[in-house]
């Protein structure tokens, strides 16, 4: 099954930004060369975007090789396809790796068991806390000012050929 996403690395140092290339390039198996820009919010930190296509589970792939460099401010998407469901991978330093299922508009879907979890066992205050932390709700307030820091710029095209 092949599927599609974006990869948005939000801040990378300058002498990072080849490796994230490599660790894409290994994952996706072609050569990655990204359009870095100036990143605003961060000062001395660049950005890039890129879409991709390959197998379903790319995205979690992606995110995982990108995970090698715990400094990087990235997020990566896949789109649904048949028989799999979309997913949204976030990371932030201080923060960790965020994972969610998505549906086909993008929106976090939460499963029925997860939400009646949450409801069993943190009901009252903490069950805000827990759903804004299923909802990936510190990684998007974090990354907001980094995404708007990004319109206008270049997006690189990647496609993974399989069979």
Not at 128 to 155: H, K, M, N
């Amino acid at each position: 099954m092949s599927t599609r996403g974006v990869v948005f690395v939000h801040s990378s140092p300058t002498a990072v930004c080849p490796h994230v290339e490599w660790a894409l390039s290994g994952v996706l198996g072609t050569r990655v060369s990204l359009e870095w820009s100036a990143q605003p919010v961060a000062s001395g930190q660049m950005r890039a975007e890129c879409t991709w296509s390959g197998p379903a589970g790319s995205g979690g792939a992606l995110a995982g090789a990108l995970r090698a460099w715990s400094m990087l401010r990235f997020e990566v998407t896949e789109e649904p396809s048949p028989g799999v469901d979309g997913e949204r991978f976030m990371h932030v330093p201080g923060l960790g790796m965020w994972r969610g299922r998505t549906s086909a508009n993008g929106d976090v879907v939460l499963p029925e068991d997860q939400l009646r979890t949450v409801m069993a066992e943190h009901g009252g205050a903490g069950l805000s806390r827990r759903l804004d932390q299923l909802l990936g709700t510190a990684w998007d307030d974090e990354l907001e000012s980094f995404r708007f820091a990004g319109d206008g710029a270049a997006v690189t095209l990647l496609t993974h050929r399989v069979g």
